[in-house]
């Protein structure tokens, strides 16, 4: 089985559609409508001119979910937010981890290139999460507890969420 990350295209739309499912959203407020999820799509088009990236993880040039990773203030501190999504028939196989062990080889090394970029990667699961909060600690990350988490950026919606932490430089 070959993981592998492709930087979001318009090409990716539909995957971005099966993601949207009451199942993989449920954790994150549920699925949005076909506005919300055309407005996130040109977002995620965008991140790379904010210091960011989505990618598709293709398994065996299949797609199968994303990751990404892009800039955000946190606790009065700019760091780097990791989030990801694996669609039911790939999950167990060990695609997220593949896929969270490319980003942050990915990452790393963006991190390297540029002395100004935050050193810190941060993922905020929901604490009832299970499978995204083992993927945290099996990638290396420290949990710092729970915390009120803001998703999305700016709506004022709040999750319980854990905090996890992880030093990139």
Do not use: K
């Not at 949005?32 to 960011?52: D, F, I, K, M, N």
């Not at 937010?81 to 695609?95: A, D, H, I, K, S």
Request: with cysteine; net charge positive.
């Amino acid at each position: 089985m070959e993981i592998s990350l492709e930087p979001w295209s318009d090409a990716h739309l539909d995957l971005l559609r099966r993601i949207n499912t009451p199942l993989m959203r449920r954790h994150v407020g549920g699925p949005e409508t076909p506005e919300q999820l055309l407005v996130r799509h040109r977002r995620y088009l965008g991140l790379p001119s904010r210091g960011g990236v989505m990618f598709a993880v293709l398994v065996d040039g299949a797609p199968a979910g994303s990751i990404a990773r892009h800039r955000r203030e946190w606790r009065g501190a700019e760091i780097h937010e990791t989030g990801w999504n694996v669609l039911p028939e790939f999950q167990g196989r060990g695609v997220a981890v593949a896929a969270g062990r490319a980003l942050l080889a990915e990452l790393r090394a963006a991190v390297a290139a540029d002395p100004a970029a935050p050193g810190v990667l941060h993922a905020f699961p929901a604490v009832d999460n299970a499978p995204s909060n083992a993927l945290c600690a099996r990638l290396g990350f420290t949990g710092t507890g729970p915390c009120a988490f803001e998703y999305p950026q700016g709506s004022g919606r709040f999750l319980h969420s854990n905090d996890w932490r992880l030093a990139v430089r």
